[in-house]
């Protein structure tokens, strides 16, 4: 009787598995129109679509292919799972555009995703493009055996590591899989993958949407699929995936397949057209060739002539790379309200920050310079040469500056939940802050200060890294703010040294604070103690314990090394894994040692926080800690490193705000 119950349990399980195996979702577009049979359009979809056959080439399951002109030209893309061979990937590609054309029979644009593949098709260009629309998805009617929420936690942390890793991919293939153990000797099997062709940062964002959707669509059951045009995920109880194919580490990223050819005109036609767009282009490349090396020698030539020139036109020139970013001075003035004070948002050393509308509805923030600020006008500079050339979820964005007599206006992006402090120190409104909003918080600072460091296309120390200067969209995410004070520097630089110590008090590195030598690690040290504020609710200026009062560091520090690091945490943290708490506390102590070379790289960092099979090395005492009763570094000892000191209204720490002028390297 039991070999006949396992035999059937058996088979009951592969026919679900066979069964799940042959689901497939599509979407027929009505918005984009429909094309009549026989069409234009028409024959150019079929054209294309039985163009897959053809490509044999390997190509890691994705297809780019177009065919057409004008308003009849159409574009499809073709994905199969990172584990499908090319042949094994065509001929799904080629059974699923069967599929597609039959249930749609007549809309320009058309989506279908099988288990192993996605097919699309459309009369627009959607290369490179991020969509998270339409949106698909199902789940297993197996539930979670034992704990829903150490399953959900389990598979919370696999599949932002799968997100990691994914994204990290090029432009041939950004795909994941991984396995993790839930409770009740339960194993997840997941997968993430979006299309190659869009860039790292929109596969994060696309794989964190379809995350957020599982406990909407799949709490408590023990698989589910989320499936988008740019991306998708699933986890199953079983194991659903083969090898990943290997990528040819010397193989040049992929490029987009050529489209069937659009015309049959005769060998010798070819030949002869070939020898006419030769005639022409050699002499016009020549002559474009000739110009080309006479503007680079003008470009050249520029900047000797800048240097004979008085600073105010220097300081005019190193700008003029974003005058597509300038607005007019009225235009803004407008937006404001003249200046209003009622949109008036905040004050600072640097001048006052406005809330504004421009005529198309857009809400901004306008920063304004002090007139008579000289930090304000190296500020300006600052801001306007660095932020304009970043692009990161995780940052501020810059959307322009504008320039009038000694105006100087700063436009950025409107974050409506004002910034990190006003919500992690107030006692009530730091309950909007549950766990999961802080993580989330937590791992955003530190992907946008990798960006910073490594990933972008400079390579950035931002010195004033504190929770005044993290801002809160309206999901909360963050994005970190005021780069007047970042320093630049080149890709194989490991340090700077300057005499001018800026900053927050609290937040500064020891070598920095003490000697002005500031570093990637100085950026670390701060984002450690605004790891340890978020997790404890309290300022690293001082924390009363009856009549004495005691530094964050110090405090902290203190309940690690006696086995009471619940004290650490706020209190009001009463929904949040207490794993996960005391993973932060661990990785906000690694960030904040005395020692820079003790400290993690943001790399690191965020690999720390993805993945819980990484183990941690065990802390040292923090910096300026030596016993409990010793406080961090007085501001006195840093004044004479820094005769110019001055208090940002922004905060109630000590800041020094005065900027030196970014000296700039090409990456």
């Not at 069937?260 to 022409?280: C, D, E, H, V, Y």
């Not at 905040?346 to 008579?372: C, P, T, W």
Request: glycine share 6%; charged share 20%.
């Amino acid at each position: 009787m039991a070999v006949v119950s396992f035999w059937l349990l058996s088979f009951v399980l592969c026919l679900f598995m066979i069964i799940t195996s042959q689901a497939s979702a599509q979407t027929c577009d009505n918005s984009r129109g429909n094309y009549t049979i026989n069409s234009t359009y028409h024959n150019n979809l079929n054209t294309l679509l039985s163009s897959f056959s053809s490509h044999t080439e390997i190509n890691y399951g994705f297809y780019n292919l177009s065919y057409g002109q004008g308003t009849d030209k159409v574009y499809a893309i073709g994905l199969c799972r990172g584990d499908l061979k090319p042949d094994e990937c065509l001929r799904i590609l080629n059974d699923t555009r069967v599929s597609l054309t039959k249930d749609c029979p007549n809309q320009k644009e058309a989506i279908m995703w099988t288990v192993e593949c996605m097919l699309r098709y459309t009369n627009r260009s959607i290369l490179g493009v991020m969509e998270n629309q339409p949106t698909n998805h199902n789940y297993y009617d197996k539930n979670v055996t034992g704990s829903v929420n150490q399953f959900n936690d389990a598979l919370e942390s696999l599949m932002r590591n799968l997100t990691r890793t994914a994204a990290s991919g090029d432009s041939r293939s950004k795909y994941a899989t991984a396995s993790a153990k839930a409770p009740n000797f339960q194993t997840i099997y997941a997968q993430a993958q979006c299309t190659p062709d869009i860039s790292s940062e929109d596969c994060t964002k696309c794989l964190e949407e379809a995350i957020s959707i599982i406990p909407e669509c799949c709490s408590g059951k023990a698989g589910g699929n989320v499936v988008k045009p740019s991306c998708r995920i699933r986890f199953d109880p079983y194991i659903f995936y083969g090898p990943t194919l290997k990528l040819d580490p010397d193989a040049p990223p992929t490029t987009p397949l050529q489209s069937p050819s659009t015309n049959n005109t005769s060998s010798q036609g070819k030949s002869n057209t070939s020898r006419t767009i030769i005639a022409i282009v050699v002499p016009v490349g020549s002559v474009v060739l000739v110009l080309s090396l006479f503007c680079i020698y003008l470009r050249l030539w520029k900047p000797r002539k800048k240097i004979e020139s008085k600073e105010e036109d220097k300081d005019e020139d190193e700008i003029t790379f974003a005058e597509s970013l300038q607005f007019n001075f009225d235009t803004i003035r407008v937006a404001t309200n003249e200046f209003d004070d009622c949109n008036k948002l905040g004050q600072g050393g640097f001048g006052a920050v406005y809330k504004g509308q421009l005529s198309n509805g857009q809400v901004i923030a306008v920063k304004r310079l002090s007139r008579d600020s000289g930090q304000g006008d190296m500020e300006f500079e600052n801001e306007v040469l660095l932020v304009a050339k970043l692009q990161h979820r995780n940052l501020v964005r810059l959307l322009g500056f504008s320039l009038e007599g000694r105006e100087r206006l700063l436009v950025y992006e409107f974050v409506p939940n004002k910034s990190l402090d006003y919500f992690i120190f107030d006692p009530i409104k730091k309950i909007q802050l549950n766990w999961q909003k802080r993580y989330k918080i937590i791992g955003g600072i530190a992907r946008g200060i990798l960006y910073l460091h490594e990933d972008s296309r400079l390579r950035i120390i931002h010195r004033d890294l504190k929770a005044s200067n993290i801002l809160l969209d309206e999901q909360m995410h963050p994005k970190i703010s005021d780069f007047g004070m970042a320093r630049l520097i080149r890709v194989d630089q490991t340090q700077g040294n300057t005499s001018r110590i800026v900053g927050t008090y609290g937040y500064m590195a020891p070598e920095y604070a003490i000697y002005g030598q500031f570093s990637a690690k100085s950026d670390v040290f701060s984002f450690g103690v605004l790891v340890l504020e978020i997790v404890s609710g309290q300022k690293n200026s001082g924390i009363r314990r009856g009549e004495n009062v005691e530094d964050l560091l110090t405090f902290v520090w203190r309940n690690w090394r006696e086995g009471t690091a619940t004290n650490i945490v706020d209190p009001t943290l009463n929904d949040g894994s207490r794993n996960e708490i005391m993973r932060c506390i661990h990785i906000g102590l690694l960030c904040v040692q005395e020692n820079d070379a003790g400290r993690p790289t943001m790399t690191s960092v965020v690999l720390m926080l993805n993945s819980y099979s990484l183990s941690l090395p065990v802390p040292s005492e923090p910096a300026f800690v030596v016993d409990s009763r010793t406080r961090s570094l007085p501001s006195s000892e840093l004044t004479e490193h820094n005769s110019s000191q001055t208090r940002s209204s922004e905060s109630t720490q000590n800041s020094v705000n005065e900027a030196s002028i970014t000296e700039l390297y090409p990456r």
